[in-house]
Nanobody, 115 residues
Framework: QVQLVESGGGLVQAGGSLRLSCAAS????????MGWYRQAPGKQRDLVAY???????NYADSVKGRFTISRDNAKNTVYLQTNSLKPEDTAVYYC?????????WGQGTQVTVSS
């Protein structure tokens, strides 16, 4: 089992920045990749960015050039640096970790961007 705890969300004005953190604990060795997803009210949960165990990254087109995903292996933590935030970035941001036949989600952290 893997436990994921997100933090770092909050209220920010448009153009501002937040750094989200996702701390993983438990059977970390079984994890192949971790990522961030977001879900706005009334909408589906969409991929924002992910990073694999090999360090490969991928981003949604809507956040390319503004968001950066990174990881600290010593702390078992993945970060999402969000810059130049827009009101349309408002959502609950969820951390996900996956491995062979495994899939884990965090509880989510709210990001609200005011115009």
């Amino acid at each position: 089992q893997v436990q994921l705890v997100e933090s770092g969300g909050g209220l920010v004005q448009a153009g501002g920045s937040l750094r989200l953190s996702c701390a993983a604990s438990g059977s970390i060795a079984s994890i192949n990749g971790m990522g961030w997803y977001r879900q706005a009210p009334g909408k589906q949960r969409d991929l924002v960015a992910y990073i694999t165990s090999g360090g490969n990254t991928n981003y949604a087109d809507s956040v390319k050039g503004r968001f950066t995903i990174s990881r600290d292996n010593a702390k078992n933590t993945v970060y999402l640096q969000t810059n130049s935030l827009k009101p349309e970035d408002t959502a609950v941001y969820y951390c996900r970790a996956w491995g062979f036949s495994q899939n884990y989600w965090g509880q989510g952290t709210q990001v609200t961007v005011s115009s």
